[in-house]
C-alpha cells in the first residue's frame, strides 16, 4: 500500500503534524482474487499474513484517546487494522481461548459475531477490543499481533478503524472495489466516484491516481471509544 508516497513526501507528511503508524499484511489472492461468483457470499477470501507491533497498537489506542482522525492507506491496511478490532472482539467474547499463538480472523467473523453478540449494541468499543489485544500481544513471545486474516469487508459493514480512506481506482469485480463500496455507502455512491474517474482521466490499479475517500456515516462503527 502507499506506492504513491515517496520518502519525501512522507517527511512533509510528519512535518505537517501528522502521526504515521506501520502495519503489514502480506498480500496474496485474498487481496487480488477476481470475483468469479454471483453473489458475495459464494466468494472464497484466502487467507493472508498480518502483522502489527504492540507499539504501534498502544499508539492506535493513544490516537483514539485523542480523537485523532484515521486514514488508512491502502485497502490492504483497513483489512489489517479491522482484523485487529474483529481479533480483540474475538478475545473478549472468549470466542477463542486466550492463550491462542496467532490471531485468525475468518471470512465472515465480523457477521457472525455481530449477529450472535445481539447487533452492534453487544460489541465492544474499538478502544475496548484494541486493548485486549494489545494485553493478549504484550502476554505472548514477540509481543505482536501476528496471525492470518481472510476477512471480507461487503457492504452493509461498518468501519471500526477507518475515518478516510487512501486508496486506488480499483478494477471491477474485486474485493476491493466491494470494500470501497461499504466504505462510502453502498453502489449508488460507489459509481459516483468511479464515474468522476472516469470522466477525469484518472489511471487506474496499484501504479495508477489515488483518491481520498470519506467513510459514510452509515458505515461507520459508532463505538470508538
Not at 459475531?113 to 465492544?124: D, F, H, I, M, Q
Request: glycine share 10%.
Amino acid at each position: 500500500a502507499g506506492l504513491h508516497l515517496s520518502e519525501r513526501l512522507m517527511a512533509q507528511v510528519r512535518a505537517a503534524g501528522t502521526e504515521v503508524l506501520t502495519v503489514t499484511l502480506h498480500v496474496g489472492a485474498g487481496t487480488f482474487k477476481p470475483m468469479d461468483a454471483a453473489e458475495a457470499k459464494a466468494h472464497s477470501m484466502h487467507a493472508e499474513r498480518i502483522g502489527v507491533q504492540a507499539e504501534e497498537i498502544q499508539r492506535l489506542l493513544e490516537g483514539i484517546a485523542a480523537d485523532k482522525v484515521l486514514v488508512p492507506v491502502g485497502t490492504t491496511t483497513v483489512r489489517t487494522l479491522e482484523s485487529l478490532y474483529w481479533w480483540g472482539v474475538k478475545l473478549i467474547a472468549e470466542d477463542v481461548t486466550p492463550d491462542a499463538p496467532e490471531l485468525k480472523v475468518d471470512q465472515w467473523d465480523p457477521y457472525r459475531l455481530r449477529a450472535s453478540l445481539g447487533g452492534v449494541a453487544g460489541l465492544p468499543s474499538a478502544k475496548e477490543a484494541l486493548e485486549a489485544v494489545l494485553a493478549w500481544a504484550r502476554a505472548r513471545e514477540g509481543g505482536g499481533a501476528v496471525g492470518y486474516t481472510s476477512l471480507m469487508i461487503v457492504p452493509g459493514y461498518q468501519f471500526a478503524l477507518c475515518d478516510l480512506l487512501f486508496t486506488n481506482t480499483h478494477q471491477p469485480r474485486s474485493t476491493l472495489m466491494m470494500l470501497v463500496s461499504a466504505l462510502v455507502g453502498g453502489q449508488e455512491r460507489l459509481m459516483q466516484v468511479y464515474g468522476y474517474a472516469l470522466q477525469n482521466g484518472y489511471r487506474f490499479l496499484s501504479y495508477g491516481d489515488g483518491n481520498l475517500l470519506q467513510c459514510h456515516p452509515a458505515s461507520s462503527f459508532p463505538k470508538r471509544r
